[in-house]
T-cell receptor, first 114, second 112 residues
């Protein structure tokens, strides 16, 4: 069955460093993948969407890569700040492109220390 | 503020009861999604509506039902509640049937 795996352990980094989060998927090839940020007790916030024909996408200090051979997406936050501390979720669609039916990973908790 | 509103914010009820959660999507969004988030399960897709019609279904229990009304707001009905139904319920919306989703603040349901 389709499976999404993110770093299960929390990631602790120093302010100013680059945070790299991993999302691996197995048993299928999604047409796109989304990344969301979630703060405790709040709804996820959309960050970036990357399609299968895009190797890399950027938005301000955020960068996402999509490697369909490795079946992996990497999410980078450069020049990280304490305000970036949150849980980050990757979400490909269920099936190649099953509409809005997203599978959310368990998320990686990022903590940026000043 | 995503523009998606959900009511109520908190709900405490007893086992066996029935509750209704309400969601108003962002202005202009035609698609509404419902998710359940519990500590051990993560964010689980329940159901999607697009312009009033059911579009996709996830692992939604038979005790749960939803609908989207002509004004595009949506309601999620949960009946015969069990302790395990305690969770955060999120609604999200999007312009089309695919694409980025905008989440509401959630309804925290506690079943006692």
């Amino acid at each position: 069955s389709q499976k999404i795996e993110q770093n299960s352990e929390a990631l602790n980094i120093q302010e100013g460093k680059t945070a790299t989060l991993t999302c691996n998927y197995t048993n299928y090839s999604p047409a796109y993948l989304q990344w969301y940020r979630q703060d405790p007790g709040r709804g996820p916030v959309f960050l970036l969407l990357i399609r299968e024909n895009e190797k890399e996408k950027r938005k301000e200090r955020l960068k996402v890569t999509f490697d369909t051979t490795l079946k992996q997406s990497l999410f980078h936050i450069t020049a990280s700040q304490p305000a970036d501390s949150a849980t980050y979720l990757c979400a490909p669609p269920r099936g190649y492109n099953q509409g809005g039916k997203l599978i959310f990973g368990q998320g990686t908790e990022l903590s940026v220390k000043p | 503020d995503s523009g998606v509103t959900q009511t109520p914010k908190h709900l405490i009820t007893a086992t066996g009861q029935r509750v209704t959660l309400r969601c108003s999507p962002r202005s202009g969004d035609l698609s509404v999604y419902w998710y359940q988030q519990s500590l051990d399960q993560g964010l689980q897709f329940l159901i999607q509506y697009y312009n009033g019609e059911e579009r996709a279904k996830g692992n939604i229990l038979e005790r749960f039902s939803a609908q989207q009304f002509p004004d595009l707001h949506s309601e999620l009905n949960l009946s015969s509640l069990e302790l395990g139904d305690s969770a955060l319920y999120f609604c999200a919306s999007s312009v089309e049937a695919v694409g980025e989703q905008y989440f509401g603040p959630g309804t925290r349901l506690t079943v006692t």
